[in-house]
């Protein structure tokens, strides 16, 4: 066959949650990275698309989740560490007995803080490329950019922690299909239609947050605060504690987090090390 089967995926997702805790430091930093660079394009595209005079009607919706594919697909073919696979993959491994807390504590702190400084990394050069801003006005880009972050950092707690539940069940859902194909292209197809799911439903991605609300909190920060609050529909004296990094930590970042981590570590890990690898011999 072509393919692997439900239960040696999950063998292989046991096995491979065991060596990424086992990653120096060093590489497992820079490959956070990378994956939160990789995210962060995706995010990016996204955005472009969903700038489009089109991009509310139902074909629109759809794009916008099919461009951001993207990311993932360099973050799995092309290798690197992301924290919200790391959830289904870490876990496993534990609960499997192949590694401790320890390992997979040291993982997801590490990987979280790369993803983060990876998404920073490209927002920051793509926001002084300045699609943003043109002819004293801001672009339908920027417009968009502002509104994403404004919708996400909106969401009650408990509104952006089931949302990244449901995330991250379709995002780990996604990397297991990609890990049953043994080809690229299969990959490709076991990415792309969860993902365009998660994105086009409007659910909360943590890592992908770290280049979309950055990004709308920069342009809020640097555009005149008279284009800002027509745009954002935010009164100009409260711009600048609505789009802040304080408000996006606990409004946002956190709950999507805890919630991705349910997802992805609980709906699909554990109920799968329970379904194939629960019980089993490593003899």
């Known amino acids: 066959m072509?393919?692997?089967?439900?239960?040696?995926?999950?063998?292989?997702v046991s096995n491979?949650?065991?060596?990424?805790?086992?990653?120096?430091?060093?590489?497992?930093?820079?490959?956070?990275?990378?994956?939160?660079?990789?995210?962060?394009?995706?995010?990016?595209?996204?955005?472009?698309?969903g700038a489009a005079p089109d991009a509310n009607t139902s074909i629109g919706i759809v794009l916008f989740g099919a461009v951001?594919?993207?990311?993932?697909?360099?973050?799995?073919i092309g290798g690197s560490e992301?924290?919200?696979?790391?959830?289904?993959?870490?876990?496993?491994?534990?609960?499997?007995?192949?590694?401790?807390?320890?390992?997979?504590?040291y993982n997801w702190v590490v990987v979280f803080i790369a993803n983060f400084v990876g998404s920073l990394l490209l927002?920051?050069?793509?926001?002084y490329g300045n699609f943003w801003f043109s002819g004293g006005e801001l672009t339908a880009h920027g417009i968009k950019a502002m509104g994403i972050a404004k919708a996400k950092m909106s969401l009650?707690?408990?509104?952006?922690?089931?949302?990244?539940?449901c995330c991250n069940w379709l995002v780990c859902m996604a990397v297991w299909l990609a890990l049953a194909a043994k080809d690229v292209v299969g990959k490709i197809f076991g990415i792309f239609f969860p993902i365009m799911a998660?994105?086009?439903?409007?659910?909360?991605?943590?890592?992908?947050?770290?280049?979309?609300?950055?990004?709308g909190i920069s342009i809020a920060n640097a555009a005149p605060a008279d284009l800002v609050a027509a745009a954002s529909s935010i009164p100009a004296e409260a711009i600048g504690q609505f789009f802040s990094y304080g408000n996006f930590m606990l409004?946002?970042?956190?709950?999507?987090?805890?919630?991705?981590?349910?997802?992805?570590?609980?709906?699909?890990?554990?109920?799968?090390?329970?379904?194939?690898?629960?019980?089993?011999?490593?003899?």
Request: with cysteine; hydrophobic share 55%.
């Open 156 to 165: 009650t707690f408990g509104e952006a922690f089931c949302r990244g539940i």
């Open 251 to 283: 409004s946002n970042l956190l709950p999507v987090t805890l919630g991705n981590i349910v997802g992805g570590g609980i709906f699909v890990g554990c109920f799968y090390w329970f379904i194939y690898l629960r019980g089993r011999s490593k003899a």
């Open 68 to 76: 951001f594919s993207v990311g993932l697909m360099m973050v799995v």
């Open 2 to 12: 072509n393919f692997m089967t439900p239960a040696e995926i999950a063998v292989a």
């Open 16 to 49: 491979a949650g065991k060596g990424k805790t086992e990653l120096p430091f060093i590489k497992m930093f820079v490959m956070g990275i990378l994956a939160g660079a990789y995210i962060g394009f995706g995010a990016n595209l996204a955005t472009k698309v």
């Open 198 to 215: 998660f994105v086009a439903s409007g659910f909360e991605h943590s890592v992908a947050n770290m280049f979309f609300i950055p990004m």
């Open 123 to 127: 927002m920051l050069i793509i926001f």
């Open 82 to 105: 992301l924290f919200t696979g790391n959830n289904m993959f870490c876990l496993v491994s534990t609960v499997d007995g192949q590694n401790g807390v320890g390992g997979l504590l």
